[in-house]
């Protein structure tokens, strides 16, 4: 399974990126795919995530509102919409793909270990 991103890049504060995450190598309408981000020297934070038919999203408290998830099972492509970016927000955004359907709430769906496989990550970078 390959998990690769795009769209990461410089932006000022206030503006908006789409992440995408291209899927190969397994069926990947069958499975709940979410994003995280990680800071030098600290853990990898969860984002957002979503169901395997996109009926149910999650999303960290600091991005509701902000950043919309999604995904077109036809092109096997998850999508992560930031919109209203802070410099908070900088990172390295990962993509990451799930062995379930859905989860069953926030707690499932936050925990890392909760997914196999891992994009390599672009970087997000928003200055003030």
């Known amino acids: 399974v390959q998990l690769v991103e795009s769209g990461g890049g410089v932006v000022q504060a206030g503006g908006s990126l789409r992440l995408s995450c291209a899927a190969s190598g397994r069926t990947f309408s069958a499975y709940a795919m979410g994003w995280f981000r990680q800071t030098p020297g600290k853990e990898r934070d969860f984002v957002a995530a979503v169901s395997w038919n996109g009926g149910s999203t999650f999303y960290t408290d600091s991005v509701k509102g902000r950043f919309t998830i999604s995904r077109d099972n036809a092109k096997s492509t998850v999508y992560l919409q930031m919109n209203s970016l802070k410099p908070e927000d900088t990172a390295v955004y990962y993509c990451?793909?799930?062995?379930?359907?859905?989860?069953?709430?926030?707690?499932?769906?936050?925990?890392?270990?909760?997914?196999?496989?891992w994009g390599q990550g672009t970087q997000v970078t928003v200055s003030s």
């Open positions: 990451a793909g799930s062995t379930r359907s859905t989860h069953t709430g926030l707690a499932s769906a936050s925990a890392p270990a909760g997914y196999t496989y």
